[in-house]
């Protein structure tokens, strides 16, 4: 079986799953706009300066609590199963396509939330759905890798979060960058560079993800 | 090398050179305070000049002074008097009108002699014109070229105005930063060579690595907020490169809690060694892509991460490089201490 077709398999296996607990996926939704509405409810106005960092603080938040199940919620002699029957790096890559499908999604569902509570200020829709691409592939690729780690050991969602919130920062900052020119509050001539900047630093996460992962599968 | 003790004692011996050399040669002569500081144009002035380091009367030839405005302009001082070794009154006149269109335009002092060398006090005094004809300027200007500069040939670093004596912590904090990039590097290498061998030695010298990159880093960052404080006004100023430190630190932080929430020490060598590699890719945009996009207070904003070539003259560099080697030296040291001391641990502990 070549890798895409398992990939593929497994990713439809994760999707399944989610979609029969149907309790974890409807837990993140709930999460979302529950979050949405305590920040409308403290802030009432939001300003747009405001509105762009609350957008990327919610999703880091729901990022984390989405993805710390990666490589929980099946037990580990499943685990050890599907790693003898496929290719180990499939399993990851098929959790990380899924996840970063997931955060998009979930991007797109905080978008809407804000923008029903606080108003729509994004002015370069184009843009700022490249932003959230990225976004979501670069929160994706480093906390599914890194719950990999932390499902390792006990106390998994708080070593997840300290373990991921510094090497995710870079891509924050570019992030709010990048979304900032969106929402139209500041005008920079460099995009290109910042758009490349967040492939380039996606690229590298994902390309130590999966020179590291045959070390960490195996115990 | 772990257990030799002759890079420890080159060590010890660099860095006791570092703190003689970089603490006692003194500072170059320079220019501390000008008074008045402004001026209006058609006015005679006597300005008031504080040097620092300076011994104006052992200058041996009669001391000059200019006022320059540009390089093809410069006014000559009609009169000085040297009161003591640290205070000069220079009498200068300014012309009516000044071969500049703008209102206000500022002037650049030296004072040079033989003895002290050519002193230089950038923006010292500004001068405001009521009138703007920069046609008559030209035609008034009483051009006095400056020429026949002397070079102080003492041994001595630098004077620079904001610098001052801080310049000193040329050689703390900036080889602190570079043999934590070291030590970083050799942890990361170690960690390799765990994955790639499984032999636990490797795990042991990777954290004790770590641990001296991670003391060094803080050191650094002391060392640089306090440089910080001094010259730019605070000892944190949100500025791109004291934030990426912060939280590359964040990140060996989170390396050692991994560590220690591990029992099994096989389980923990080999996820801190899989997390010390990830961090570290991560790490690349942090410290050398993201503060060479970004404007920043710290020296070689938009290129090099550190300074330019223009930083350093060559007394500061037989002091400079010899630190450098000096503080890594160090920094293998305490590494080696760490690792000692983990080895015994390990070695009580298997033999219960």
């Not at chain 2, 504080?50 to 009367?57: D, E, R, V």
Request: contains cysteine; charged residues 15%.
């Amino acid at each position: 079986m070549n890798m895409g077709k398992e990939i593929w398999n497994l990713l439809r296996k994760d999707l399944m799953l989610e979609l029969r607990m149907g309790y974890a996926l409807s837990g993140i939704f709930l999460y979302v706009f529950s979050t949405v509405f305590i920040v409308f409810a403290s802030f009432i106005q939001l300003p747009n300066t405001v509105w762009n960092i609350l957008f990327w603080v919610v999703l880091l938040f729901a990022s984390v609590n989405a993805i710390v199940k990666s490589f929980v919620q099946e037990s580990g002699n499943r685990q050890l199963y599907y790693y003898s029957l496929v290719n180990p790096v499939s399993v990851l890559l098929a959790k990380m396509a899924y996840n970063v499908g997931l955060l998009f999604l979930i991007s797109l569902l905080i978008w809407a939330g804000l923008a029903f509570v606080g108003g729509n200020p994004v002015r370069d829709p184009e843009l700022f759905l490249l932003a959230m691409f990225l976004g979501s592939s670069g929160f994706a690729i480093t906390f599914t890798f890194i719950s990999a780690i932390s499902a390792k050991a006990d106390h998994n969602a708080t070593l997840l979060a300290i373990m991921s919130f510094p090497l995710v920062i870079p891509i924050l900052m570019t992030l709010v960058k990048l979304s900032a020119n969106a929402l139209g509050l500041m005008n920079d001539t460099g995009l290109q560079k910042d758009i490349i900047l967040l492939c380039a630093m996606d690229g590298l996460l994902l390309g130590a993800a999966l020179i590291l992962f045959p070390f960490l599968w195996t115990d | 090398m772990v257990y030799q003790t002759w890079w420890k004692a080159l060590g010890v011996v660099l860095l006791v050179y570092t703190f003689i050399a970089g603490l006692l040669i003194p500072l170059k002569p320079g220019i501390s305070s000008v008074h008045p500081s402004n001026a209006t144009a058609g006015e005679e002035v006597i300005l008031e000049i504080k040097g620092y380091n300076t011994f104006f009367t052992q200058s041996g030839a009669p001391l000059r002074a200019w006022l320059k405005m540009d390089d093809t302009h410069a006014l000559g001082a009609s009169e000085i008097e040297i009161v003591d070794n640290q205070h000069v009154k220079a009498r200068f006149y300014f012309p009516a009108f000044l071969p500049d269109s703008g209102r206000v335009r500022d002037f650049t002092l030296l004072l040079d002699d033989p003895f002290n060398g050519t002193c230089v006090l950038p923006s010292a005094v500004f001068i405001t014109q009521d009138s703007i004809d920069p046609a008559m300027g030209k035609a008034q200007w009483v051009n006095a070229p400056i020429k026949g500069l002397h070079a102080n040939s003492r041994l001595s670093f630098p004077f620079r105005n904001i610098l001052k004596e801080s310049i000193r912590n040329t050689y703390f904090h900036v080889p602190l930063w570079f043999s934590m990039i070291f030590l970083f590097l050799f942890s990361v290498a170690y960690s390799i060579k765990y994955l790639r061998t499984g032999a636990h030695d490797h795990d042991r010298r990777a954290h004790a690595l770590a641990v001296g990159g991670v003391l060094f880093g803080i050191m650094g960052l002391v060392t640089g907020a306090i440089w910080a404080k001094n010259t730019w006004g605070a000892y944190w100023s949100w500025d791109v490169k004291q934030n990426m430190t912060a939280i590359a630190l964040l990140i060996y932080f989170a390396y050692f809690i991994l560590r220690g929430s591990f029992e099994d020490p096989e389980k923990r060598a080999r996820l801190a060694a899989v997390y010390n590699l990830f961090a570290f890719v991560a790490l690349i945009p942090l410290i050398y892509v993201i503060p060479r996009l970004t404007d920043s207070l710290h020296p070689g904003s938009g290129g090099n991460p550190a300074f330019g070539s223009d930083d350093l003259d060559n007394t500061m560099r037989m002091v400079f490089y010899p630190a450098i080697i000096g503080w890594t030296l160090l920094g293998f040291w305490i590494a080696s201490v760490v690792y000692r001391i983990e080895t015994l641990r390990d070695r009580v502990l298997e033999s219960y």
